[in-house]
């Protein structure tokens, strides 16, 4: 099983269900705040490896959602920019274990990267485990994650 560096954003309902998936599969994690780390273009880059730039977003970011800013719009380097003034544009979890990185939590990639227990699905639909189930205005996300 792997240890994983997991930075999320506190209090996120979401990465609840996702750290209990990768504990339940046997992982170890170290929960580390995405907010308050100190980010370099060059620390950032490695989690998005070779996504196109438009998916290095977090597209429940309240200036996603309200229009403010639009991922397909961004070279990688002004979209390093924008994630290092405002780290909720960035899409989480990041995860890092040994050498790899991965931005996201697709349940099928996190598989083939490190192993993960598939358990039922409620509804019968995959689980979304990445869109913000509250609907936050801007202030409220900014608030809660402090």
Same mark, same amino acid.
């Given at each position: 099983?792997? !240890?994983?560096?997991?930075?999320?954003?506190?209090?996120?309902?979401?990465?609840?269900?996702?750290?209990?998936? /990768?504990?339940? $599969?046997?992982?170890?994690? @170290?929960?580390?705040?995405?907010?308050?780390?100190?980010?370099?273009?060059?620390? /950032?880059?490695?989690?998005?490896?070779?996504?196109?730039?438009?998916?290095?977003?977090?597209?429940?970011? +309240?200036?996603?959602? $309200?229009?403010?800013?639009? +991922?397909? $719009?961004?070279?990688?380097?002004?979209?390093?920019?924008?994630?290092?003034?405002? +780290?909720?544009?960035?899409?989480?979890? /990041?995860?890092?274990?040994?050498?790899?990185?991965?931005?996201?939590?697709?349940?099928? @990639?996190?598989? !083939?990267?490190?192993? /993960?227990?598939?358990? +039922?699905?409620?509804?019968?639909?995959?689980?979304?485990?990445?869109?913000?189930?509250?609907?936050?205005?801007?202030?409220?996300?900014?608030? @809660?994650?402090?």
């Amino acid at each position: 099983m792997a !240890h994983i560096i997991f930075y999320e954003k506190p209090g996120c309902l979401n990465g609840r269900l996702q750290k209990a998936m /990768l504990e339940a $599969s046997g992982h170890t994690l @170290e929960v580390r705040n995405l907010l308050t780390e100190t980010w370099q273009a060059a620390t /950032l880059r490695p989690y998005f490896g070779k996504k196109p730039v438009k998916e290095w977003f977090n597209r429940s970011a +309240p200036k996603i959602k $309200s229009g403010e800013v639009v +991922p397909y $719009s961004f070279t990688e380097k002004s979209a390093l920019q924008a994630m290092l003034s405002d +780290p909720l544009l960035i899409r989480r979890p /990041l995860m890092k274990s040994g050498g790899g990185y991965m931005s996201g939590f697709e349940p099928e @990639e996190v598989d !083939h990267w490190i192993g /993960l227990k598939k358990g +039922p699905q409620p509804t019968g639909k995959p689980l979304d485990l990445e869109s913000c189930p509250k609907g936050h205005a801007a202030e409220a996300c900014r608030v @809660e994650a402090l």
